[in-house]
């Protein structure tokens, strides 16, 4: 609980041809694949056995997984933020330079420029100014004054995970690149030093901070996902995005569910492993990270929000097909518009839509859309 022990005891028993590994969703034993692939088992000297079970190496793997996938996650949040400015012909001014910078975060304006930059050629984002000096304009024609916090505070919302995620990933570096065993040889100073390398706190805390905001996350998503589908809110959209008749036809009600109670699941598992320490081995290690938890909650956390992305993503397609002026949307907006249309079709008929779910789902995972929306935007 401390270091990766008992996991890292698992790959070192497979290393020595011994345990079981799994090949193709079956687990075998190691030996039996080994001979196989002609693959001779380690052999161990001196200290390397507690070498191989002592640090922060399985805890550290999974980090850097969850990260690559947080990093996707805000990428896709940007694109599904702005479509849904575009959707509800959104003023500029939530997203404009002036705003931002006068609140003194790197995230906040990061994520602005991002969204300024994937709306640049939109024909459906308001210019308050213009509106403001249209004397032709009658006022009760006007969008509403201010729009839903889902929509309006999106810098402010996505700007700290931004930020917490390039500090996770300074960290996760750093201790992938340390000496996480103990006793620590040194022949320098010809000294061997007994601390505690291994303890996995940075990763443990890092992983907490990470998870949070990605439940922060799915709950953005989830309540964008709800302005759409409220007529009461969006004012535009027939109920659940419903394009036959409420009442005989549900629309995106049944979708709805899932994305709400895997939200609320997200939410019960953002409690802190980090501060949750339970002391073992006659109270010599009274203080422990919990960083495999924590790194593995994470993860779980990441696969939920993945989910209520997908559903989100099909809600934000309907409702583009649904608004008869998708050559007003960005360039952008149609680009990842073709893309998700390629997967799910407009929804009519009352059919499953789980497996379309999963689809959009492994292609969201495996597309890792980083670069093109955040690095290549400037």
């Known amino acids: 609980a401390s270091g990766d022990l008992v996991q890292l005891a698992h790959v070192a028993l497979a290393l020595i041809g011994e345990g079981h590994v799994i090949q193709n969703n079956a687990l075998i034993p190691t030996k039996k694949i080994l001979d196989e692939h002609s693959i001779m088992p380690l052999k161990l000297h001196l200290r390397d056995g507690l070498a191989l079970i002592n640090g922060t190496s399985c805890m550290c793997g999974i980090a850097i997984n969850n990260l690559f996938h947080a990093k996707n996650l805000i990428s896709w949040s940007i694109i599904a933020s702005s479509m849904l400015l575009e959707i509800a012909y959104s003023y500029d001014d939530s997203i404009s330079k002036e705003l931002n910078a006068s609140k003194h975060h790197t995230g906040q304006q990061k994520i602005a420029q991002l969204m300024r930059h994937f709306l640049k050629d939109s024909q459906r984002i308001l210019n308050r100014k213009q509106i403001l000096f249209d004397k032709t304009q009658e006022k009760e024609q006007l969008p509403k004054l201010q729009e839903y916090y889902s929509l309006r505070c999106t810098p402010q919302i996505l700007g700290p995970i931004w930020d917490c995620l390039s500090f996770a990933e300074q960290i996760i570096e750093g201790e992938l690149n340390s000496t996480n065993d103990n006793p620590v040889v040194d022949f320098d100073t010809e000294n061997i030093y007994h601390g505690g390398n291994f303890h996995g706190d940075y990763v443990s805390f890092e992983m907490d901070k990470v998870k949070l905001g990605i439940v922060k996350l799915s709950m953005l998503f989830e309540r964008q996902l709800n302005y759409l589908l409220n007529p009461a809110l969006n004012q535009t959209f027939p109920a659940f995005l419903n394009s036959k008749v409420l009442g005989f036809n549900?629309?995106?009600?049944?979708?709805?569910?899932?994305?709400?109670?895997?939200?609320?699941?997200?939410?019960?598992?953002?409690?802190?492993?980090?501060?949750?320490?339970?002391?073992?081995?006659?109270?010599?290690?009274?203080?422990?990270?919990?960083?495999?938890?924590?790194?593995?909650?994470?993860?779980?956390?990441?696969?939920?929000?993945?989910?209520?992305?997908?559903?989100?993503?099909?809600?934000?397609?309907?409702?583009?097909?649904?608004?008869?002026?998708?050559?007003?949307?960005?360039?952008?907006?149609?680009?990842y518009y073709e893309k998700i249309r390629n997967m799910t079709s407009f929804l009519t008929e009352d059919l499953p839509q789980y497996e379309k779910i999963k689809d959009i789902c492994s292609h969201l995972k495996s597309n890792f859309v980083f670069d093109e929306v955040c690095i290549n935007n400037r």
Not at 273 to 296: E, K, T, W
Not at 305 to 317: D, F, G, N, Q
């Open 250 to 335: 549900f629309g995106f009600q049944g979708i709805q569910y899932t994305a709400t109670s895997t939200t609320a699941e997200n939410q019960t598992l953002s409690n802190s492993m980090y501060v949750h320490s339970i002391p073992s081995n006659n109270d010599n290690q009274d203080i422990v990270s919990m960083g495999s938890n924590s790194a593995l909650l994470t993860r779980r956390v990441i696969e939920n929000t993945y989910e209520v992305l997908a559903i989100h993503l099909m809600a934000i397609m309907q409702a583009v097909d649904l608004s008869n002026e998708k050559e007003k949307f960005s360039s952008k907006s149609k680009f």
